[in-house]
């Protein structure tokens, strides 16, 4: 695996979970993996990316023009792509993974999240999905994707889908992909 999707906050949840992304952004330096994300400076992606660097690893951006304008990307990052619209965004994003990580996160992740299980379903991509349920932030979605395929809604989990609960969960599953 050369460069990991990592889709995240922007904001600061109400849990800890820093201690989490510092062991994240180790292992990514350690093993010579892009961090590949959507280019901001604040709340958890701000976090993740610094942290990242200081580990001398190497990040990625992906931003959309609106944001780039405002100046909430960071100068530190090793290469940033300046889109016009967040569907160019994810596009990019998702063509150069050679996985995704979906952490804790709001609308905006969860968009990102769909949006590559979507692709994953209809087989468009094979890449792992790695999901960190930290704290039961993605619980209720997962329900509903189970129930969804109970219901006959969809045919089928994709078998890419991985959800890890546990920090040593989330690397292990990363370390055996890599």
């Not at 050369?2 to 994240?24: H, M, T, W, Y």
């Not at 292992?27 to 892009?34: D, G, M, P, T, V």
């Not at 701000?46 to 405002?70: A, D, I, P």
């Not at 090793?78 to 996160?105: M, S």
Request: proline share 2%; net charge positive.
């Amino acid at each position: 695996m050369k460069k990991l999707a990592v889709f995240l906050s922007s904001g600061e949840p109400s849990f800890e979970i820093k201690a989490d992304l510092e062991q994240i952004a180790h292992f990514l330096a350690e093993q010579k993996i892009c961090m590949l994300y959507g280019g901001g400076k604040i709340g958890l992606m701000g976090y993740l990316s610094q942290k990242v660097k200081e580990y001398h690893g190497f990040v990625e951006g992906v931003t959309v023009e609106m944001f780039h304008k405002k100046k909430y990307t960071p100068d530190y990052i090793d290469f940033v792509k300046v889109e016009t619209n967040f569907y160019d965004r994810k596009r990019k994003l998702n063509n150069h993974a050679d996985a995704f990580l979906i952490l804790p996160g709001g609308i905006g992740t969860a968009d990102e999240f769909f949006d590559v299980l979507n692709l994953a379903s209809l087989g468009l991509i094979t890449q792992r999905i790695i999901v960190y349920n930290k704290n039961d932030c993605w619980t209720d979605l997962l329900l509903w994707i189970d129930k969804a395929k109970k219901m006959k809604m969809l045919r089928t989990i994709p078998k890419n889908l991985v959800i890890a609960v546990s920090i040593d969960e989330l690397i292990f599953s990363l370390k055996s992909y890599v």
